[in-house]
């Protein structure tokens, strides 16, 4: 495959009510990333968003941002999936050789929709959500048990990694502030309540709106427009059952199959990485993904978290803003390569990954590869 | 046991049963930074359209953002209070008294100065068949300036007025 080069980003950092309306969360992004890749809206030709017509409260959601994303008058195209999803849709669209530099954006509003009943709503209409026990807390809390009890993991493991993460966003300056917790230990998330045993309040992400842009060029565009780009030399996508019943949920099919695709493209191994942006809901699902993408052994892979080679922005716990999260993790990767990771960069990277999903338990996953250097 | 009423018995393969299929409540947000300047313009009785110094498109109502430059309009310009029709349509509805069915005209007012157009009404009972592209109209104020969207009451056609106008321009000198 061509290397896609990613040349511009902004992410607009993620509030619990952000005082901006979704156009201007969205310009914001967009605006941002071209002048941070140094290009004008007319050098852009193609636009993919990732956007949802629950969170946005309209049909069509994308038809109404075409101003704000720079889309007027240009080939413009949704994915109603996670950000990191649009990225791969965009890839497409550079690799067909019918566009040269793609905008992807990912946005929504936590802060105006209920967005544990659009989960809801993603369920089983006839079996699952009759039963109305079903929903993001509870699946979230069969994964965590069932992947305890297999690896004979302690809750307490799992709530050192958690407090982790909110330590790591504490050093993210992107990071939502509520969740920007330096002091917090695991001792402390073990003393919230439980969502849905064994899922604590504090293990679950906090939810904020904002929006989330990203710049892609083909090879030669990249070295014209930055020095020093990041490339994506490999992307993998998998999608599992939707039943649970059909799904050993202590592990991650989907990851395994994405990431292995994803690393046969690169033409690298796990051991090549030197750090991973993963989107899990909770810090047991970072951990299953990355065990997945074989960056661990399968029950050992909270010593990633602690080694802090896994999710140094603080993952998905650093505010999670549905349909860019996967970007945000992308940019995370990037910052990283690039040695812009300030506070939270970690020594020597050289190769990354960084992950998207959508789905109960991470039903699908997007990978990529990126590396760093001409 | 008898079957719950919801089942269609003539089916053999397929049940249908009931569900909801709906979203709670949602909250929209949107930015008040331009309509407030727009609706501060209403009160005093002028029409504030907003320039992009990109293109020099003059949007009203006014736009937050030009799609074509990728900026935030700013310069603010007092539009005049007339326009003309960019286009229309009728729309049908039955009368409650009558229950006779009305069409009433649906207009799109292009305010004359701004390069985008906005739906508004004309006069009660003004008749559809009577619209044409390009037809002159003009601001309706209403009887007090609240600083609203309804300040605008609808557009009042202004072909026949030739007379009025003279008389008032005359006047005037
Ligand atoms: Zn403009």
């Known amino acids: 495959m061509e290397r896609i080069g990613i040349v511009g980003y902004h992410q607009v950092r993620p509030e619990l009510d952000l005082q901006m309306s979704p156009y ?61 999803h649009a990225a791969q849709y965009a890839m497409f669209r550079i690799l ?6 793609a905008m992807v954006y990912g946005f929504s509003m936590p802060s105006c929709m209920p967005f ?44 050192e990694a958690t407090a982790t993460n909110w330590k790591n966003a504490a050093k993210n300056p992107l990071a939502l502030q509520e969740a920007q917790k330096a002091d917090m230990t695991a001792a402390e998330v073990l003393k919230s309540d439980y969502l849905a045993s064994p899922l604590r309040e504090l293990m679950y992400p906090l939810l904020g709106d904002g929006c989330t842009a990203l710049i892609l060029a083909p090879e030669k565009q990249a ?91 603080g993952g998905a716990t650093s505010g999670m803003t549905p349909c860019a999260t996967g970007l945000n993790r992308i940019i995370e990767a990037v910052k990283q390569l690039k040695g812009e990771a300030e506070e939270h960069q970690v020594s020597g990277v050289k190769k990354a990954i960084a992950s998207g999903q959508i789905g109960f338990c991470a039903q699908n996953n997007i990978i990529y590869v990126l590396e760093g250097g001409n | 046991m008898p079957l719950p009423d919801y089942e269609k018995k003539q089916y053999k393969v397929t049940r249908t049963m009931p569900g909801a299929w ?37 949007s009203f109502p006014p736009k937050l953002i030009c799609g074509r430059c990728l900026v935030m309009p700013d310069q603010w310009v007092t539009l005049p209070d007339t326009g003309s029709v960019a286009t229309g349509s009728g729309s049908p509805r039955t009368d409650q008294e009558t229950g006779e069915i009305v069409i009433d005209p649906v207009i799109l007012v292009r305010q ?34 609240k600083g609203l969207w309804s300040d605008i009451e609808y557009y009042d056609p202004i072909e026949d007025m030739g007379d009025k106008i003279n008389k008032e321009e005359l006047a005037k000198k």
């Not at chain 1, 067909?96 to 530099?101: A, I, R, T, W």
Request: proline residues 3%; charged residues 25%; hydrophobic residues 35%.
């Open chain 2, 22 to 58: 709906y979203l709670s409540n949602y909250k929209y947000k949107f930015n008040l930074s331009r309509m407030r300047i727009m609706l501060r313009g209403f009160k005093e009785g002028k029409i504030l359209g907003v320039k992009c110094r990109g293109c020099n498109h003059v």
């Open chain 1, 223 to 313: 070295l014209k427009i930055t020095d020093n780009p990041v490339w994506i030399t490999g992307v993998g996508n998998c999608q599992e059952t939707y039943y649970f019943g059909e799904r050993d949920l202590t592990t991650s099919l989907s990851m395994e199959k994405a990431s292995e695709a994803a690393y046969k493209m690169a033409g690298v191994k796990p051991s090549d990485i030197d750090v991973a942006e993963l989107f899990g809901y909770t810090a047991c699902e970072d951990i299953i993904l990355a065990e997945s993408a074989g960056l661990a052994e399968k029950g050992k892979g909270d010593s990633l978290v602690a080694k802090g080679c896994l999710n140094p922005s």
């Open chain 2, 112 to 145: 004359d100065g701004a390069d985008t157009v906005w739906i508004h009404n004309l006069p009660e009972n003004y008749s559809f068949h009577d619209v044409y592209i390009g037809m002159p109209i003009k601001v309706h104020w209403a009887e007090e300036l």
């Open chain 1, 116 to 159: 544990e009943c659009t989960r809801i709503l993603e369920l089983d209409p006839t079996f699952d959500r009759p039963i109305s026990l079903m929903n993001s807390y509870s699946t979230c809390g069969m994964q965590m048990r069932a992947y305890m009890k297999k690896y004979g993991v302690s809750e307490e493991q799992i709530a």
């Open chain 1, 96 to 101: 067909s050789q019918n566009h040269k530099l």
């Open chain 1, 24 to 84: 201007e969360c969205i310009f914001t992004a967009v605006r941002g990333a071209l002048d941070h890749a140094g290009l004008k809206r007319k050098d852009i030709t193609t636009v993919i968003s990732a956007t949802n017509d629950y969170y946005d409260g309209k049909t069509i959601s994308n038809c109404f941002k075409v101003s704000a994303g720079g889309a007027y008058m240009k080939d413009e195209s949704k994915v109603e999936m996670d950000g990191a």
